[in-house]
């Protein structure tokens, strides 16, 4: 299974202009819940009320654990040059502004999803009742976010670990994670099981 979604993988990035933006999600959802098991449902475009502005947003997806707890994805299809820039400013490769942009609106949905509290619960559980396991419940207890977007293979030394930095600054709420992030992991995990325990 493992080396079957690395060649899945491999063959997307290849082709990755063929798809639809809601045809690359779905894929890379599929991808997202085998190396997450933990997650038991997930909704598209789920809302999220915005009590600042008084209207509805929309994240990719919320992902739904086996104890009902929720957190948020963004699903970015990849292309080039949107993690950090090649140039530096003060001796640094700082976030491209697609990443930036990115992160920012994750963030302000998990803000979002604290301020709606057990109104967004009663509101979810409403919407997805059908949906959901029988006896399973939404609940928002501080949501963490993940997103996916963009390549790394192409970065410098020093590039890697700028982003390093810029990944490890969010990740007490965002994790970053690139297509070649998730091949790596991926063949890693194909590799082990192929060379047998304790190899």
């Known amino acids: ?9 491999e063959g997307m990035l290849g082709g990755s202009t063929t798809y639809t933006e809601t045809q690359w999600q779905e894929e890379v959802l599929q991808i997202i819940q085998f190396l997450y098991p933990k997650y038991v449902r997930a ?33 970015k299809k990849p292309f ?13 490769h700082v976030p491209m502004r697609e990443l930036n942009g990115t992160v920012m609106q994750l963030e302000k949905y998990l803000y979002h999803l604290n301020r709606w509290g057990q109104a967004g619960e009663t509101k979810l559980n409403e919407r997805y009742a059908a949906e959901l396991p029988a006896g399973l419940e939404i ?25 390093e930095v810029i990944r490890r600054k969010y990740r007490h709420v ?22 047998g325990p304790g190899a």
């Open 1 to 9: 299974k493992f080396a079957a979604l690395v060649e899945k993988i």
């Open 43 to 75: 909704f598209r475009e789920a809302p999220i009320w915005d009590s600042l502005t008084g209207k509805e947003r929309k994240v990719d997806f919320l992902l739904v654990d086996a104890s009902g707890y929720i957190d948020a994805v963004e699903i």
């Open 80 to 92: 080039a040059e949107c993690i950090v820039t090649s140039n530096r400013y003060r001796d640094n």
């Open 139 to 163: 609940k928002i207890v501080n949501p963490s976010g993940m997103i996916i977007m963009g390549r790394d293979n192409a970065l410098t030394a020093d590039q890697r670990m700028d982003f």
């Open 174 to 195: 965002v994790e970053i994670m690139t297509y070649d992030d998730m091949l790596r992991r991926l063949s890693m995990i194909r590799d082990q099981f192929a060379n």
